[in-house]
């Protein structure tokens, strides 16, 4: 008889085990990494209304720079929903909502708010808003 070479059914059943907890253990992670590099995009979207409004309330070109009109190029973006700028001239707020897509809803919003200090110059600060919650900023 020969001596026949290769793997027992048992060691196949246990690589494909080691395999599937591997896998189940990765994917989620991918999932969560996958959301959070699309949500930068709705982040990033937000820089181009921030630097706006900075040029307006430092060169003062308007009394109320919250009443800014919002860019219809600043929503050109397939994961952005809206972007609306609100709030009084001291204090400006800007929201970006993404659109449905993945495990990112419309509650996973992303707010700036920028207040004028003395200087007529802006600090910003990230809110603890919808994407804070759900860990995608």
Request: glycine fraction near 4%.
């Amino acid at each position: 008889m020969k001596n026949l070479n290769g793997f027992t059914l048992i060691e196949l059943l246990i690589v494909v085990t080691i395999l599937s907890v591997l896998a189940s253990i990765a994917f989620p992670s991918y999932i969560h990494y996958s959301d959070k590099a699309k949500f930068a995009t709705v982040v990033s979207a937000a820089a181009p209304v921030r630097t706006s409004i900075d040029i307006c309330v430092q060169a003062k070109s308007l009394p109320d720079c919250s009443k800014l009109n919002v860019n219809s190029k600043w929503m050109h973006n397939e994961f952005i929903s809206t972007i609306a700028i609100t709030g009084t001239s001291s204090k400006i707020v800007v929201k970006t909502t993404p659109k449905n897509i993945g495990n990112i809803t419309n509650l996973d919003t992303y707010i700036l708010t920028g207040n004028v200090d003395s200087k007529d110059s802006l600090v910003w600060d990230d809110d603890a808003s919808g994407c804070k919650i759900s860990r995608l900023c």
